[in-house]
């Protein structure tokens, strides 16, 4: 396998595995979102709050895997 190879595989593993990361996080936050929502009805909006500042967190962590691998396969600097 060549460099080119390499880097093209590495980055579609960054990417891969933050969206499994992303994904599995954020379907754990809105779980545990609906389980204290049905225990706490009164403290709704401030979970919700909560909850939706975590997914953009989670979420912008995703996105700067996705750049650091364009970063990789196109501003390539092991070449």
């Known amino acids: 396998m060549t460099n080119v190879a390499l880097v093209a595989l590495a980055c579609g593993?960054?990417?891969?595995?933050?969206?499994?990361?992303?994904?599995?996080?954020?379907?754990m936050m809105g779980g545990k979102y609906l389980e204290a929502s049905a225990r706490q009805p009164e403290l709704m909006n401030t979970l919700q709050t909560k909850m939706f500042l975590l997914a953009g967190l989670i979420d912008a962590a995703f996105l700067i895997g996705v750049g650091i691998a364009m970063l990789f396969a196109f501003a390539n600097p092991f070449v």
Do not use: D, T
């Open 13 to 27: 593993m960054i990417i891969g595995f933050g969206a499994l990361g992303a994904c599995i996080g954020i379907g």
